[in-house]
């Protein structure tokens, strides 16, 4: 199982990525989450339990490319101001099994997108979470936090 920690203090001197203790070399992080769509690809209440697909992998420097999955396992995602947790521990990645928490908030059930590319060799970096807020009384709405 990877327990894959990534942390950031928004400098490339300040990144860092490490995976069940151990630093990881890496030239890309990749993570995209898409979930919580009705049949016209619009979003909403539900999120991955809605349906979901999820591509996860890390691009290592010395064979970029040769990428391995992130998945199963956990994924913590360490930006300033923002905290996003990804678990996934069954063995064939079940997407029912995924759990996501933003800022220590489940969001599981209210997730969009999840998108997170930081990828040294093309100086791409690019994150955001996007969750689906259900208003009682006045028109739902969906909230795009962009991370960086």
Do not use: C
């Not at 890390?58 to 040769?66: K, L, N, S």
């Not at 060799?121 to 689906?132: E, K, P």
């Not at 028109?139 to 795009?144: A, C, G, K, L």
């Amino acid at each position: 199982m990877n327990e894959l920690v990534f942390r950031t203090n928004g400098t490339w001197d300040g990144t860092t990525l490490f995976n069940n203790g151990f630093e990881v070399m890496a030239a890309q992080l990749f993570v995209e989450l898409r979930a919580g769509r009705d049949e016209w690809g619009e979003p909403i209440d539900g999120g991955i339990f809605e349906g979901a697909e999820l591509t996860g992998l890390v691009r290592p420097q010395d064979d970029p490319y040769a990428p391995w999955d992130i998945f199963p396992g956990r994924l913590t995602l360490d930006f300033p101001g923002y905290s996003i947790v990804m678990e996934n521990y069954h063995p064939a990645v079940y997407l029912q099994n995924t759990r996501i928490f933003l800022n220590g908030e489940n969001v599981t059930d209210r997730v969009v997108d999840l998108y997170v590319d930081i990828n040294a060799l093309d100086d791409v970096v690019s994150a955001y979470i996007t969750v689906y807020k259900n208003n009682w009384f006045r028109r739902d709405e969906v909230i795009t936090h962009t991370i960086v």
